[in-house]
């Protein structure tokens, strides 16, 4: 299935990027590595994230990216698993979509 990442998600990915290069000098490459992992699972199984019935895009999920304690939102659509948002777990409200 094809990986498709809307562009809101794209400029919250490459914030979090940045914001991890300056302050996780230990694992300078997490998000990537997570980010990679994460995307060629929901390829190939998009049915795996957790489905956020009371949302008022049909057919949103969420995935834990469980070594980075972030979310990527997501749907999907007869072909293509399109992601939606990156967004930390500590936050108290969930992104707007």
Excluded: C, K
Excluded at 32 to 51: K, Y
Excluded at 72 to 89: G, P
């Amino acid at each position: 299935m094809r990986i498709r990442v809307r562009r809101r998600a794209q400029l919250q990915i490459r914030e979090a990027r940045g914001w991890w290069a300056a302050n996780r000098s230990d694992a300078p490459l997490a998000i990537e590595r997570e980010m990679e992992q994460t995307l060629r699972r929901l390829s190939e199984f998009p049915l795996i994230g957790t489905p956020l019935p009371h949302s008022r895009i049909e057919g949103l999920r969420r995935s834990y990216l469980r070594h980075i304690h972030y979310h990527i939102y997501y749907r999907v659509t007869s072909d293509t698993v399109e992601i939606l948002a990156f967004w930390h777990a500590s936050r108290g409200t969930p992104p707007l979509i």
